[in-house]
């Protein structure tokens, strides 16, 4: 059975600030992927980000935040962005002010 992949509201919102049209396409694109097997995409997370997962998207310097709902065969995906390490403005820090 496939899952069915949605955005929160937040994370739509971190996709439409992203100014290139071609990065928002790909993104949604590596996104509805994670309807096969999205337990077995990305890696956990840990911390303060215990229970969400993440997978690499575009090149590898854009991540996409998920959590799963299995009862349901839900994705939700909380946060999309480009991983800036030590950065305030990369994608696990935003996620984890989500939190």
């Keep these: 059975m496939p899952w069915t992949v949605h955005f929160t509201a937040e994370a739509e919102k971190m996709l439409l600030k992203l100014r290139d049209r071609r990065i928002r ?3 949604k694109a590596r996104a509805e ?4 097997d999205p337990g077995i995409q990305g890696k956990p997370l840990g911390g303060e980000l ?3 997962r993440s997978v690499r998207a575009v090149g590898q310097r854009y991540r996409i ?3 799963l ?3 349901d065969h839900e ?3 909380v946060a999309v962005g480009i991983r800036k390490s030590g950065e ?3 994608v696990y820090e935003l996620a ?3 939190g």
């Design 25 to 27: 396409k790909l993104l």
């Design 50 to 52: 215990a229970g969400l």
């Design 65 to 67: 935040i998920y959590e």
């Design 75 to 77: 994705v939700w995906i």
């Design 33 to 36: 992927h994670l309807c096969a």
């Design 88 to 90: 305030r403005d990369d």
């Design 69 to 71: 709902f299995p009862e």
């Design 96 to 98: 984890k002010k989500l």
